[in-house]
């Protein structure tokens, strides 16, 4: 491109402008690193990302006898453990607290002093109040500032308020946490206008976005690993309001995988008749339907699958261990099934909205019990018999 001379000398004033004030700023935090060592110490840190306690190790582990717990409260769990070792872990919620269980009882409210009990600028929780999409512009804006480690909270339907933002917290690299709860027709008695549907898929369809829909204490504690040393890439924890067991099998080290064979009543060194693949709070409805099975003499295979991106992101080796070549695949998760067809022959899901009851009572009413993921997968097995048809390759297909 041509650039005439005197649009060139204007960017050139700019640039010597800029090193000026690179100049002045460094002087100024000279002084400050002077004035207050640790302070300038502590803030250094934070921008270059560093950690400064082994956080990892306090985030909690479950055995399947733990009393079953929803993900949001297990999510719960884990800000309370992780917020006093990172002071740059800063976010809150839209109006909903008591409902999404984000707020870090170890830091008051970020807000004037004397405006309420407390309350600071020192204070870490924000209440962004009913501006979900306000509230996740904001987490992008603290991110792109550095040194701030972001989160944002709200029922898992209403991310849609939010995804102008949170499609700029992909398409600019902000490691945003966004702590969606309420996230099936699981929730109940709200009904379809709260109940989300297609939310999970939008979040898959979204470039650079990690989704992970933990199925108990384990992956939730996983979750949060993940998304918080992903720093360059924002994560969508989706987490369920009913309470679920804990599952043999799982681990927090796992999640980083995307999915992994959790249950598999073929034993080692043998096919699994068929694949059922859950997500969050409908794992374990497989790991019943597999044991069902096995009493009727047909093995299946149970895949904790809580994040599509991590699963799709790993080498094909891995992955062709986990979805077996000739064995059908059943998924089931209380979503829209766009976008499964990539990890399963044939699915449970949601095709149209929910309704409003009893947890349990809605879940019946849609298939989502272990009889019916039973029935469903001997039809699996059956169909590809039946046609004599040989079960599609799920691993190696040609990316052109």
């Known amino acids: 491109f041509n650039v005439d001379q005197d649009v060139a000398d204007i960017y050139s004033q700019a640039k010597q402008k800029g090193k000026a004030l690179e100049s002045e700023w460094q002087s100024l935090f000279g002084k400050y690193q002077a004035a207050f060592p640790d302070l300038a110490k502590e803030l250094e840190r934070r921008m270059k990302g560093e950690a400064v306690h082994a956080w990892r190790e306090v985030l909690p582990t479950y055995k399947p006898t733990d009393a079953p717990k929803s993900t949001r409260a297990l999510s719960q769990i884990c800000i309370q453990k992780l917020a006093p ?61 550095g040194g701030i480690i972001p989160y944002c909270s709200t029922f898992l339907n209403f991310i849609q308020y939010c995804l102008p933002a949170v499609r700029l917290s992909a398409l ?7 702590i969606m709860t309420h996230d099936s027709i699981g929730l109940g008695e709200d009904g379809p206008t709260h109940q989300p549907i297609a939310a999970m898929a939008q979040i898959r369809a979204t470039p650079h976005i990690i989704d992970i829909r933990p199925a108990d204490g384990n992956e939730t504690s996983g979750a949060y690993v993940i998304a918080l040393q992903e720093r360059d890439r924002p994560s969508v924890l989706a987490l369920c309001r009913q309470d679920i067991p804990q599952l043999p099998g799982s681990s927090a080290e796992s999640v980083a995988m995307g999915a992994y064979t959790l249950v598999d009543h073929a034993g080692e060194g043998k096919a ?65 099934t766009y976008g499964w067809s990539q990890f399963a022959h044939a699915h449970i899901g949601m095709e149209g909205f929910g309704t409003s009851g009893p947890a349990p009572k809605v879940f019946e009413k849609f298939g989502f019990t272990a009889d019916n993921i039973a029935n469903k997968a001997k039809a699996l097995i059956a169909f590809y018999k039946s046609k004599n048809h040989p079960v599609p390759d799920l691993v190696h297909v040609p990316k052109l």
């Open 272 to 336: 699994a008749d068929v694949i059922l693949i859950g997500s969050g709070s409908e794992t374990h409805l497989c790991v019943n339907a597999a044991a069902e099975l096995a009493k009727a003499g047909v093995n299946a295979r149970v895949v904790s699958m809580p994040s599509h991106r991590l699963f799709g992101e790993q080498p094909v080796e891995y992955r062709e261990k986990v979805l077996l070549t000739g064995v059908p695949v059943l998924s089931v998760e209380a979503s829209s």
């Open 172 to 178: 600019s690299r902000h490691g945003v946490i966004y």
């Open 85 to 145: 070792l990172l002071p740059e872990f800063i976010g809150g919620s839209a109006d909903l607290n008591p409902s999404t269980l984000t707020y870090m009882e170890c830091s008051p409210d970020f807000q004037p002093e004397g405006l309420i009990k407390g309350a600071s600028f020192a204070g870490r929780n924000i209440r962004f109040g009913v501006r979900e999409h306000a509230m996740a512009a904001v987490c992008n804006g603290l991110s792109a500032f």
